[in-house]
């Protein structure tokens, strides 16, 4: 652990927030876990999880070990030595909400004291640390960010579900509005993790985040143009992506899908489009087409869909058609802007009943246009077609191709003379 002997306070409990505060209880930190969420503070108070990566048993060993604490009364910060802010930053009507930044600025300005360190990880554009946070702190605390306490910024880079790459050995770029600052936010974070990637100011770590998706954005728009054509001119498009991987230089393989979804590619990309229309007065070409594809690719699944009912002589008004997998990513129970709720909404504009299964997916979550079932042999005998949005490795979808019903396959998972590809 580093030289810091205060409390750590960590605002914002959700994916990017709670690993964070147990590997920081894990380390050896006494961790405030704010949250303005009374259910999600009552929740993890009675040693439960909601994030999938954060098994009950370790959100219990922090509570039994005195180190945690779920609040959401911010006073619980008084004398804070490094506070950390992983609150949301969603697009409402496509610009950027700032407001919850704002709001735990305000609301740790008080309790800054001379010596603490402030370090934002909610994705935004870059400047916003400097332009936005620092004199929110600084007007509240009355005190000098640089001087008198110490502010940075540090992306998040949480995958969920992923194994490999967890928090602890992934790369953390960090930064600081000045030198003492960008030391005491990396001294933190290297109590935490294998590596840090200290980078000049805010700004660069800022952009970072951005391209970081936005790279997997635009090229996500690549595949699933190509797929489309693809499919129009005969070709397979998965086997032509399978052929290109074996090239040991200069490509990188994306595949396509039914659309994106979660809290980062159908928003972070954007963040930068807004930033350089804003402030430049330009449009960010790749990221407008990137958008536009994207979000249109469950428009496609559905006209496949149709397509696959009528050369079947049915009609897809009045069919049944079960989606199976509603989160927007394999082995995770996230519905956020999921592919799934979109598609389930146009099928159902058209006439068609919708059921879906995904057991990873909690009710809370679930669309309320499409009636909850298991995938089994029962529910496989009532549908007219199926459509596979999330392949997770606890569906069995070996046997579909014998089932006799159509399946449209949007992920490549189940091979077969009957099945369609996206």
Request: charged share 20%.
């Amino acid at each position: 652990m580093s030289h810091i002997t205060g409390p750590v306070v960590v605002v914002g409990q959700g994916y990017v927030g709670l690993p964070l505060a147990m590997r920081a209880v894990d380390v050896g930190y006494t961790v405030i876990g704010l949250d303005l969420d009374i259910d999600r503070t009552a929740t993890l108070a009675r040693g439960e999880s909601f994030v999938e990566d954060i098994p009950a048993g370790i959100v219990r060993a922090a509570l039994d070990s005195g180190k945690y604490v779920a609040t959401s009364d911010y006073a619980a910060a008084q004398d804070f030595a490094v506070a950390v802010i992983t609150v949301p930053t969603p697009l409402r009507e496509t610009l950027p909400d700032l407001s919850f930044i704002e709001s735990a600025g305000l609301s740790l300005a008080g309790y800054i004291t001379p010596g603490a360190t402030v370090v934002l990880e909610s994705t935004t554009y870059p400047g916003t640390t400097e332009e936005l946070l620092v004199p929110i702190l600084e007007s509240g605390s009355g005190l000098t960010a640089g001087t008198d306490f110490f502010v940075g910024y540090s992306p998040e880079r949480i995958d969920p579900g992923n194994e490999t790459w967890t928090f602890v050995n992934t790369p953390k770029v960090i930064s600081g509005i000045n030198d003492r600052s960008r030391e005491r936010v990396d001294a933190f974070y290297s109590s935490l993790v294998d590596r840090t990637v200290p980078v000049s100011t805010p700004r660069e770590a800022e952009l970072t985040k951005l391209l970081e998706n936005t790279f997997r954005h635009v090229n996500i728009a690549l595949v699933n143009e190509l797929a489309v054509f693809a499919h129009q001119l005969g070709v397979n498009v998965w086997e032509a992506i399978d052929a290109a991987e074996t090239k040991p230089f200069g490509f990188m393989k994306f595949t396509p899908g039914p659309g994106v979804g979660g809290h980062c590619l159908p928003v972070d990309p954007s963040y930068l489009s807004w930033q350089v229309r804003r402030s430049l007065g330009q449009s960010f070409r790749f990221v407008e087409l990137a958008n536009d594809v994207n979000e249109h690719m469950p428009d496609y699944v559905v006209q496949r869909a149709f397509e696959i009912l009528n050369d079947a002589g049915k009609s897809l008004k009045g069919s049944r058609i079960l989606i199976v997998g509603v989160a927007y990513k394999k082995n995770s129970g996230d519905s956020r802007e999921a592919p799934s709720l979109r598609i389930i909404e146009l099928l159902q504009g058209y006439g068609a009943e919708i059921v879906a299964a995904d057991p990873l997916v909690a009710e809370e979550r679930w669309p309320h246009a499409a009636g909850r079932v298991e995938l089994n042999d029962c529910a496989l005998a009532d549908a007219d077609l199926l459509v596979i949005v999330t392949n997770h490795d606890v569906f069995d979808l070996a046997n579909l191709e014998q089932s006799g019903i159509p399946v449209l396959d949007t992920r490549n998972c189940v091979v077969g003379e009957g099945i369609h590809r996206l």
